[in-house]
T-cell receptor, first 112, second 111 residues
Framework: NAGVTQTPKFQVLKTGQSMTLQCAQD?????MYWYRQDPGMGLRLIYY???????DKGEVPNGYNVSRLNKREFSLRLESAAPSQTSVYFC???????????FGDGTRLSIL | RKEVEQDPGPFNVPEGATVAFNCTYS??????FFWYRQDCRKEPKLLMS???SGNEDGRFTAQLNRASQYISLLIRDSKLSDSATYLC????????????FGIGTKLQVIP
Protein backbone atom coordinates (compact mmCIF):
# COMPACT_ATOMS: atom_id res chain seq x y z
CA ASN A 1 0.00 0.00 0.00
CA ALA A 2 2.43 2.66 -1.25
CA GLY A 3 0.21 5.78 -1.35
CA VAL A 4 2.38 8.70 -2.49
CA THR A 5 6.00 7.90 -3.31
CA GLN A 6 8.68 10.54 -3.69
CA THR A 7 12.20 10.10 -5.02
CA PRO A 8 14.86 10.85 -4.09
CA LYS A 9 14.57 11.21 -0.31
CA PHE A 10 17.77 13.24 -0.01
CA GLN A 11 19.79 15.25 -2.52
CA VAL A 12 22.68 17.68 -2.43
CA LEU A 13 23.22 19.93 -5.43
CA LYS A 14 25.60 22.65 -6.40
CA THR A 15 24.30 26.06 -7.41
CA GLY A 16 23.32 26.04 -11.06
CA GLN A 17 22.72 22.30 -11.34
CA SER A 18 19.37 20.97 -12.42
CA MET A 19 17.35 18.07 -11.15
CA THR A 20 13.88 16.56 -11.20
CA LEU A 21 11.95 15.43 -8.16
CA GLN A 22 9.64 12.54 -8.88
CA CYS A 23 6.24 11.84 -7.35
CA ALA A 24 3.85 8.99 -8.02
CA GLN A 25 0.55 8.02 -6.41
CA ASP A 26 -1.34 4.77 -6.69
CA UNK A 27 -4.69 5.92 -5.25
CA UNK A 28 -6.23 7.02 -8.57
CA UNK A 29 -6.34 10.60 -7.31
CA UNK A 30 -7.17 13.43 -9.70
CA UNK A 31 -5.25 16.29 -8.11
CA MET A 32 -1.59 16.47 -7.22
CA TYR A 33 0.48 19.14 -5.49
CA TRP A 34 4.04 20.19 -4.81
CA TYR A 35 4.86 22.07 -1.60
CA ARG A 36 8.00 23.32 0.03
CA GLN A 37 8.48 23.71 3.76
CA ASP A 38 11.14 25.86 5.32
CA PRO A 39 12.04 26.13 9.02
CA GLY A 40 9.52 28.25 10.91
CA MET A 41 7.20 28.46 7.93
CA GLY A 42 4.16 26.60 6.86
CA LEU A 43 3.72 24.57 3.73
CA ARG A 44 3.83 26.74 0.63
CA LEU A 45 2.30 25.60 -2.62
CA ILE A 46 4.67 25.63 -5.59
CA TYR A 47 2.51 24.12 -8.34
CA TYR A 48 -0.54 21.95 -8.53
CA UNK A 49 -2.33 19.84 -11.09
CA UNK A 50 -6.09 19.73 -10.74
CA UNK A 51 -6.37 16.88 -13.21
CA UNK A 52 -4.31 15.02 -15.76
CA UNK A 53 -3.16 17.42 -18.46
CA UNK A 54 -3.45 20.62 -16.40
CA UNK A 55 -0.98 22.45 -14.18
CA ASP A 56 -1.20 25.77 -12.39
CA LYS A 57 1.08 28.01 -10.38
CA GLY A 58 0.80 28.16 -6.66
CA GLU A 59 2.19 30.66 -4.20
CA VAL A 60 5.93 30.27 -4.95
CA PRO A 61 6.42 28.98 -8.53
CA ASN A 62 9.52 30.96 -9.53
CA GLY A 63 12.50 28.77 -10.34
CA TYR A 64 10.42 25.61 -10.79
CA ASN A 65 8.63 23.76 -13.56
CA VAL A 66 6.29 20.80 -13.37
CA SER A 67 5.01 18.03 -15.57
CA ARG A 68 1.90 15.95 -15.03
CA LEU A 69 3.14 12.96 -16.96
CA ASN A 70 -0.04 10.93 -16.48
CA LYS A 71 -2.65 10.51 -13.78
CA ARG A 72 -0.16 8.84 -11.45
CA GLU A 73 2.94 10.99 -11.83
CA PHE A 74 3.72 14.64 -11.17
CA SER A 75 7.33 15.80 -11.36
CA LEU A 76 9.00 19.00 -10.17
CA ARG A 77 12.06 20.35 -11.96
CA LEU A 78 14.65 22.83 -10.80
CA GLU A 79 16.35 24.13 -13.94
CA SER A 80 19.14 26.07 -12.22
CA ALA A 81 19.27 25.39 -8.52
CA ALA A 82 19.83 28.26 -6.10
CA PRO A 83 20.68 28.14 -2.37
CA SER A 84 17.26 29.72 -1.65
CA GLN A 85 15.69 26.51 -2.92
CA THR A 86 17.19 24.51 -0.07
CA SER A 87 14.10 23.07 1.56
CA VAL A 88 12.00 20.01 2.24
CA TYR A 89 9.71 19.26 -0.69
CA PHE A 90 6.46 17.39 -0.26
CA CYS A 91 4.22 15.95 -2.93
CA UNK A 92 0.55 15.35 -2.14
CA UNK A 93 -2.55 14.09 -3.87
CA UNK A 94 -6.29 14.07 -3.35
CA UNK A 95 -9.31 12.72 -5.15
CA UNK A 96 -10.91 16.20 -5.05
CA UNK A 97 -10.45 19.48 -3.20
CA UNK A 98 -12.90 18.89 -0.38
CA UNK A 99 -11.16 15.66 0.55
CA UNK A 100 -7.93 15.46 2.53
CA UNK A 101 -4.57 15.36 0.83
CA UNK A 102 -2.20 12.45 1.23
CA PHE A 103 1.48 13.27 1.44
CA GLY A 104 4.67 11.59 0.38
CA ASP A 105 7.44 11.41 2.94
CA GLY A 106 9.36 14.30 1.39
CA THR A 107 12.61 15.11 -0.38
CA ARG A 108 15.30 16.89 1.63
CA LEU A 109 17.15 19.09 -0.83
CA SER A 110 20.30 21.07 -0.04
CA ILE A 111 21.86 23.44 -2.53
CA LEU A 112 25.41 24.58 -1.88
CA ARG B 1 -6.69 38.88 7.29
CA LYS B 2 -4.71 35.75 6.42
CA GLU B 3 -6.61 32.90 4.84
CA VAL B 4 -5.78 30.62 7.75
CA GLU B 5 -4.31 31.71 11.07
CA GLN B 6 -2.96 29.62 13.91
CA ASP B 7 -1.08 30.42 17.09
CA PRO B 8 2.35 28.86 16.48
CA GLY B 9 2.85 28.18 20.20
CA PRO B 10 4.62 26.29 21.58
CA PHE B 11 2.01 24.97 23.96
CA ASN B 12 3.81 23.18 26.79
CA VAL B 13 1.39 21.03 28.77
CA PRO B 14 1.85 18.30 31.39
CA GLU B 15 0.94 14.72 30.62
CA GLY B 16 -2.74 14.11 31.24
CA ALA B 17 -3.78 17.70 30.62
CA THR B 18 -6.44 18.90 28.22
CA VAL B 19 -5.31 21.35 25.56
CA ALA B 20 -7.15 23.19 22.81
CA PHE B 21 -5.99 24.96 19.67
CA ASN B 22 -7.95 27.34 17.49
CA CYS B 23 -7.66 28.06 13.81
CA THR B 24 -9.39 31.02 12.16
CA TYR B 25 -10.15 31.17 8.45
CA SER B 26 -11.21 34.00 6.17
CA UNK B 27 -13.20 32.26 3.42
CA UNK B 28 -16.76 32.01 4.69
CA UNK B 29 -17.66 29.69 1.79
CA UNK B 30 -15.28 26.92 2.92
CA UNK B 31 -17.20 23.70 3.52
CA UNK B 32 -14.62 21.25 4.75
CA PHE B 33 -11.71 21.49 7.13
CA PHE B 34 -8.91 19.23 8.22
CA TRP B 35 -6.51 18.87 11.09
CA TYR B 36 -3.14 17.30 10.30
CA ARG B 37 -0.36 16.21 12.61
CA GLN B 38 3.25 16.76 11.60
CA ASP B 39 6.20 15.33 13.48
CA CYS B 40 9.56 17.01 13.16
CA ARG B 41 10.74 16.97 9.52
CA LYS B 42 8.18 14.30 8.60
CA GLU B 43 5.22 14.50 6.26
CA PRO B 44 1.86 15.83 7.51
CA LYS B 45 -0.61 13.10 8.35
CA LEU B 46 -4.37 13.49 8.50
CA LEU B 47 -5.71 13.58 12.04
CA MET B 48 -9.35 14.58 11.58
CA SER B 49 -11.78 15.83 8.95
CA UNK B 50 -14.54 18.31 9.78
CA UNK B 51 -17.46 18.62 7.37
CA UNK B 52 -20.25 19.84 9.62
CA SER B 53 -20.32 21.05 13.20
CA GLY B 54 -17.61 18.79 14.49
CA ASN B 55 -16.00 15.39 14.81
CA GLU B 56 -14.70 13.23 17.62
CA ASP B 57 -12.17 10.41 17.57
CA GLY B 58 -11.12 9.04 20.92
CA ARG B 59 -9.25 11.74 22.83
CA PHE B 60 -9.49 14.20 19.96
CA THR B 61 -12.44 16.48 19.26
CA ALA B 62 -12.69 19.00 16.44
CA GLN B 63 -15.39 21.66 16.43
CA LEU B 64 -16.46 24.12 13.77
CA ASN B 65 -17.88 27.56 14.48
CA ARG B 66 -19.08 28.95 11.16
CA ALA B 67 -20.42 32.19 12.62
CA SER B 68 -17.02 33.15 14.01
CA GLN B 69 -15.10 31.31 11.28
CA TYR B 70 -12.87 29.14 13.36
CA ILE B 71 -12.25 25.48 14.02
CA SER B 72 -10.81 24.09 17.19
CA LEU B 73 -8.96 20.93 18.14
CA LEU B 74 -9.29 19.60 21.68
CA ILE B 75 -6.94 16.93 22.99
CA ARG B 76 -7.90 15.26 26.25
CA ASP B 77 -5.58 13.27 28.52
CA SER B 78 -2.48 14.37 26.62
CA LYS B 79 0.19 11.74 26.00
CA LEU B 80 3.90 12.27 25.41
CA SER B 81 3.32 10.87 21.94
CA ASP B 82 0.95 13.75 21.16
CA SER B 83 3.95 16.09 20.97
CA ALA B 84 3.92 17.38 17.40
CA THR B 85 2.85 20.31 15.27
CA TYR B 86 -0.85 20.46 14.41
CA LEU B 87 -1.76 21.98 11.07
CA CYS B 88 -5.13 23.44 10.20
CA UNK B 89 -6.10 23.02 6.56
CA UNK B 90 -8.86 24.84 4.71
CA UNK B 91 -9.68 23.99 1.09
CA UNK B 92 -10.50 27.03 -1.03
CA UNK B 93 -13.89 27.19 -2.63
CA UNK B 94 -14.88 28.54 -6.03
CA UNK B 95 -13.57 25.64 -8.05
CA UNK B 96 -9.92 26.15 -7.18
CA UNK B 97 -8.06 22.96 -6.56
CA UNK B 98 -6.01 24.44 -3.76
CA UNK B 99 -5.95 24.38 -0.03
CA UNK B 100 -4.39 26.68 2.51
CA PHE B 101 -2.30 25.33 5.34
CA GLY B 102 -1.95 27.12 8.62
CA ILE B 103 1.59 27.54 9.94
CA GLY B 104 0.79 24.99 12.62
CA THR B 105 0.63 24.96 16.40
CA LYS B 106 3.46 23.22 18.19
CA LEU B 107 2.48 21.06 21.15
CA GLN B 108 5.00 19.75 23.65
CA VAL B 109 3.66 17.33 26.27
CA ILE B 110 5.90 17.27 29.32
CA PRO B 111 6.30 14.25 31.66
Amino acid sequence: NAGVTQTPKFQVLKTGQSMTLQCAQDMNHNSMYWYRQDPGMGLRLIYYSASEGTTDKGEVPNGYNVSRLNKREFSLRLESAAPSQTSVYFCASTVRTNQPQHFGDGTRLSIL
Amino acid sequence: RKEVEQDPGPFNVPEGATVAFNCTYSNSASQSFFWYRQDCRKEPKLLMSVYSSGNEDGRFTAQLNRASQYISLLIRDSKLSDSATYLCVVPLSGGYQKVTFGIGTKLQVIP
